[in-house]
């Protein structure tokens, strides 16, 4: 694990990026959390589940999701690119099921430097494209010291055009709404487990 | 002008019967004769009588069911017509016109002229009418009900001598009562001293005696034409280039905005048909997030629609109708307002893709139970209300998703346990937190019932949203923290 700075660079403004992993949702929260304005959050019609509001308001105020559903990966991806292209939204997360080719993923770069607004995709594990600014890969760890609603998440950058790559420790404080960053676990005074 | 056949004329126009035909409308738990055709009259047959008995004396009968929404739509649709003869014309009871044509005859030649081709018109158009002209609107629906034809200017109720009571709007108590004193036409009528009248029979009959002779006044309150959002533009040659059609919707939508605006109302439905040589028709409808009224913004909306039109040999006619309007005041121009609009506009954009439904945003509900605690609202038109901001006691996942069955037994969490393929070890169960269901809302599925919530935390990190079951017992898996 090599850990270059204290605390992991923030998501550079109007390029995409994309983060994976179990905690994927997690990091993307996280994100909602530090923008101000509206965010669109797009996925397809047929998945599962769906962000609980409740959970979510530990993050940011629901009340800004703005919720598209769509019938496949090519509506996902026209809405997205119309969206980062207005810029009226600060934030666009992407939720992907097949991966983007070398023309989607420039396509929506260029989108986001034209409107001047951030996209975040959530690919499954492994389906990252070369155009991404970042790829995030964010995984839960479980926490023996704090005994109730922690949300420790180890995040990696996997790939990174401008920056170098590292791995962090985090927490979302949500009292100060903000992201702790603490030592893993294994490095810790009296810890046993190991961490990641 | 009185139309006696108004509803049945109104069905045989479509689908036109020869022989005895009627409309029945359930009354009092029995199908009436609503309206009758000629031949059915000759048969004998009367309005109100039940439609079996009418059966059982005119065997070919045929019969439909009544719409009197449709023929109130069908008056209004002939008032309409009835326009173009003069600017006044009202409604008069369910199946007539009065038409105020002061001023107006010469345009027709005369008087005689003029009902001569009202009455041709509407023959024409299958509608049998009885046309009253008179004096005064008393005067005319005597004529009209009692005859037709035309009064002499000035002659007063002398016209109306001959004509029986009835024709005077009384109630039927007041025209059987009337009958019985051998008063029956209303030249005896108005020969009858009058205070023993309105003694016997109150102000109202004398009240209309005095409207038909004109000595009271009764004037025509025409009806204002109500406002229609829709615009045209004929082509003399038919184009077929989307430049063109944009073009012509550019124009279109120049005059509908326009429009709009006098009424201080925006569109939240456009609706572009596209009539082509061949006759056949497409329809572009553009569904706006927000009411608007600029065609600046709106047209580029039109692009993707237009785009996917099949334009055939040529489109020459098209026409912009909005279907849905809200009222838009006119705002004072500022920075103020221009987030929203910006972002109603994406909205837009979006939804002419995936549909304006899809787009959607959370509100809370008033619910306890997890999955009922939120509804998912279109964005379009909805306000954000409600707070989110609520102590909870626990706390909630990020994601939830339906209930997937986990392979568990007893009523404490299981230690490991397998979850989407995935071998889990339990590190740290906090619960349980029970949540009763709601006796009130009906749900038969197969997790209705009390639920047990546990937070668990696995030792490979997911941090998971279990619940059991102590009625039907059972391990679900419902929800994952971030």
Not at chain 1, 176 to 189: E, F, T, W
Not at chain 2, 180 to 199: C, E, K, M, V, Y
């Amino acid at each position: 694990m090599s850990t270059t700075t204290n605390i992991p660079p923030s998501l550079l403004p109007a390029r995409v990026h994309e983060v994976c992993g179990p905690a994927a949702t997690g990091f993307a929260a996280v994100a909602c959390a530090q923008g101000k304005g509206d965010l669109l959050w797009l996925r397809e019609d047929w998945q599962a589940g769906m962000l609980d509001p409740a959970g979510l308001s530990a993050f940011c105020d629901p009340a800004r999701i703005l919720v598209a559903r769509t019938k496949n990966q090519t509506d996902t991806l026209a809405a997205a690119e119309e969206a980062l292209r207005d810029g009226v939204v600060a934030l666009v997360v992407i939720e992907i099921t097949r991966p983007l080719d070398l023309r989607e993923g420039r396509r929506l770069q260029l989108a986001a430097k034209a409107g001047r607004s951030t996209g975040l995709c959530l690919i499954p594990e492994g389906a990252g494209s070369p155009a991404t600014e970042t790829r995030w890969h964010c995984a839960p760890v479980f926490d023996p010291a704090e005994p109730t609603d922690s949300t420790l998440m180890r995040w990696e950058i996997i790939k990174n055009k401008s920056g170098t790559i590292g791995a962090w420790h985090v927490r979302w404080n949500r009292a100060a709404h903000r992201l702790d960053v603490v030592s893993p676990v294994g490095q810790r005074p009296g810890s046993s487990a190991a961490g990641g | 002008m009185w139309f006696p056949r108004l509803a049945s004329d109104r069905v045989l126009r479509r689908q036109a019967v020869d022989g005895p035909f009627a409309l029945t409308l359930r009354l009092d738990n029995t199908e009436r004769v609503h309206c009758l055709n000629r031949q059915a009259e000759a048969e004998g047959l009367y309005r109100g009588m039940p439609f079996s008995e009418a059966r059982a004396f005119c065997p070919t009968l045929r019969g439909a069911p009544a719409d009197p929404a449709r023929d109130a739509v069908m008056l209004e649709t002939l008032r309409r017509w009835a326009t173009k003869y003069c600017p006044w014309v009202g409604m008069e009871g369910a199946d007539g016109l009065v038409l105020d044509i002061t001023g107006a005859a010469h345009l027709w030649g005369d008087e005689p002229a003029m009902l001569a081709d009202m009455q041709l018109r509407l023959d024409r158009a299958g509608f049998e009418a009885r046309i009253g002209l008179a004096d005064t609107r008393g005067a005319a629906w005597a004529l009209a009900r009692h005859g037709g034809g035309i009064t002499a200017p000035g002659a007063g109720l002398a016209a109306l001598a001959s004509l029986p009571v009835a024709g005077l709007r009384l109630d039927e108590a007041t025209v059987i009562a009337l009958k019985r004193l051998g008063l029956r036409t209303i030249g005896a009528l108005a020969t009858a001293p009058r205070a023993p009248l309105a003694r016997r029979f109150g102000a109202g009959l004398l009240l209309r005696l005095d409207q038909a002779a004109g000595l009271q006044p009764e004037p025509v309150t025409p009806l204002a034409d109500p406002p229609r959002h829709a615009v045209r533009l004929t082509l003399p040659d038919p184009i077929g280039l989307t430049s063109d059609v944009m073009a012509g919707t550019a124009r279109l939508l120049q005059e509908l905005c326009l429009r709009l605006k006098a009424q201080e109302v925006g569109a939240r439905v456009l609706r572009l048909t596209l009539r082509r040589v061949d006759q056949a028709s497409c329809q572009v409808e553009l569904r706006l997030a927000s009411a608007m009224r600029d065609p600046a913004r709106i047209l580029p909306l039109f692009a993707r629609g237009v785009e996917e039109v099949d334009a055939g040999f040529g489109i020459d006619q098209l026409r912009l109708e909005a279907t849905q309007v809200d009222p838009l005041p006119v705002q004072q121009i500022g920075q103020a307002a221009e987030a929203p609009d910006r972002r109603d506009n994406l909205i837009t954009r979006i939804g002419t893709r995936i549909g304006l439904d899809n787009i959607r945003r959370f509100l809370p509900a008033d619910s306890h139970i997890p999955e009922r605690s939120f509804v998912m609202m279109p964005a379009a038109g909805t306000k954000t209300c409600g707070d989110w901001q609520v102590p909870r006691p626990r706390p909630r996942p990020l994601l939830l998703f339906p209930p997937e069955p986990i392979v568990a037994q007893g009523t404490l969490p299981p230690t490991s346990f397998r979850w989407r393929r995935m071998r889990l070890t339990t590190a740290r169960a906090t619960g349980p937190e029970r949540i009763a269901p709601e006796w009130w809302v009906e749900d038969d599925g197969p997790c209705s019932g009390l639920r047990d919530y546990w937070r668990i935390e696995t030792h490979q990190g997911r941090r998971l949203w279990l619940f059991h079951m102590p009625q039907k017992p059972g391990w679900f898996v419902q929800g994952e923290f971030a």
